[in-house]
């Protein structure tokens, strides 16, 4: 089903070798795994359609097959509380090369992690977790298996990082939803493992995992 769902989507964008986030954000849903609710709004109408139906504060996104890393030209915007910012970030995105509207989310909050997964040439399908968002290049504290995962390898990954006391509720703060970020693991690796070789590497880049549940709040997909 979900190689099925890919090759539609290699056919809307031929020649693109990465997946734009609203349909990656599909495609992982179909996958069972857990996102935020989103809109893909090709105009301005559309997104002020979108912000009433989700409800503010809500996140911006440009889409466009030029933008792979949309923060390099300021294409995430966050805390968007009305419908007039929510025109205004649509107005100042829209010049944006090859511009294909902005995906309109709800806004989800939660400790950052990332979940990823590559495709080694040597030991196939590898998969990653650790602590996510803007410091992930800094700390670099990420627990690496070979997929497909048990259950099992997502509590050695769990135990694996230095950063687990966050996981487990620092100095007082709620823990994560162990059961949700377990989950959602295993929902991961079962989609990595369909997929195959047609998929060369996964980010899921935050992953927002709070008491109550865990969400992909950004994804991106590079195919071969």
Known sequence: MLAAALNQIRARYPGLNWILEPEAKKLLA??????????????????????????????????????????DVGGVVTAIRDAAGLAEVFA???????FRGLLV??????????????????????????????GVEIYQDVAIRM?????????????????RPLLEGYRGEDPVDRQALTDLLLKFSALVMELGDAVESIDLNPVMCAPQGCYVADARIMLV
Not at 39 to 66: F, H, M, N
């Open 105 to 134: 989310e709800e806004t989800v909050s939660g400790l950052e992690l990332i979940v990823g997964a590559k495709n080694d040439f040597q030991f196939g399908p590898v998969i990653l977790m650790g602590l996510g968002g803007t």
């Open 30 to 71: 179909q996958g069972g795994l857990p996102v935020p609710r989103n809109i893909w709004a090709a105009s301005e109408a559309e997104a002020l359609d979108a912000g009433e139906k989700i409800g503010y504060p809500l996140v911006a996104k440009v889409v466009s097959p030029r933008v792979v890393h949309k923060s």
């Open 147 to 163: 997929a497909p995962l048990t259950a099992a390898d997502v509590d050695s990954m769990w135990c694996g990082l230095t950063a």
């Open 92 to 98: 100042r995105l829209a010049p944006t090369e090859d």
